[in-house]
């Protein structure tokens, strides 16, 4: 029987993305992961064959339009800049495919809903479960599994995301959840940007977990040390070079200034 290809989802607003303290960090993380067989699953940042990887796919995801009235206004880059920037950052590692199944799933959506016109386009609001419904209908074979910071996760089993229990159930608790000193409050589908304990997160799976038992049984909680509070309000604020080259990778500083994107259009 064919083994179904496990895929990671990834979305983040890349506005811009960070370095190896936040969203190259994770993203490097996850595709580090292997698992043992029993879905047990361990860090390994070596060239070892014998290891199988978790993922057959780690899919970042930069966000076409945010879901949060309140996020849609730092969308001040285009969607092709930050998907271009997501490349030079994290296009190179392995398993990683940065998709612009975002923009797509507006388009599926709009077809499904019958929508022509540009005004009604605008006006659509497309959430993570129109997503998830999208690429399975595409590909019914897959198995994903959802990353995500834990101040994201909590807005979402407090219901605060649209049709978040579709989500869970969609996924069968299948969530890998990043725990920062910081939250960067760009964080895709975040609405808060609060630092989250594992204390406060292990209560919360078990306050919902008769809505979603597979939750409990499915969910993975990582703390990776090398992760920092750097953020990306912090680097499109700043023209310091030298703060930027910390903060974020070098081909990203490079398209920013080319483009004159953030304080460069200055």
């Not at 030298?242 to 500083?253: A, P, Q, R, T």
Request: glycine letters at 6%.
């Amino acid at each position: 029987m064919q083994t179904s290809r496990r895929v990671c989802l990834f979305g983040t607003s890349a506005n811009p993305p960070t370095g190896m303290g936040g969203h190259k960090g994770i993203i490097q993380h996850l595709s580090s992961l292997t698992s043992d067989g029993n879905n047990e699953l361990t860090t390994t940042l070596s060239s070892s064959t014998s290891a199988q990887k978790s993922f057959d796919e780690i899919r970042v995801l930069p966000v076409y339009r945010h879901m949060f009235a309140e996020k849609r206004g730092n969308q001040v880059v285009s969607y092709d800049d930050r998907l271009e920037m997501c490349r030079l950052a994290f296009g190179h590692l392995p398993n990683v495919v940065v998709s612009d199944d975002e923009r797509n799933c507006f388009d599926w959506v709009a077809e499904k809903q019958g929508i022509t016109s540009a005004e009604e386009k605008q006006a659509l609001r497309v959430g993570t479960a129109d997503l998830l419904d999208m690429i399975l209908e595409n590909d019914p074979s897959i198995e994903l599994t959802l990353a995500l910071g834990a101040d994201t996760f909590m807005d979402l089993t407090t219901w605060k995301w649209r049709r978040a229990k579709d989500i869970i159930r969609i996924l069968k608790g299948r969530f890998i959840v990043f725990q920062r000193k910081v939250q960067d409050d760009d964080d895709a589908n975040s609405s808060s940007g609060t630092v989250v304990t594992e204390e406060e997160l292990q209560k919360r799976i078990d306050d919902i977990k008769e809505d979603c038992p597979d939750l409990k049984r499915n969910i993975i909680i990582e703390n990776v040390s090398y992760l920092t509070p750097v953020s990306s309000s912090s680097a499109r604020t700043s023209l310091d070079e030298n703060y930027l080259k910390s903060e974020i990778c070098v081909g990203v500083l490079e398209y920013m200034k080319q483009k004159k994107l953030y304080q460069f259009a200055s």
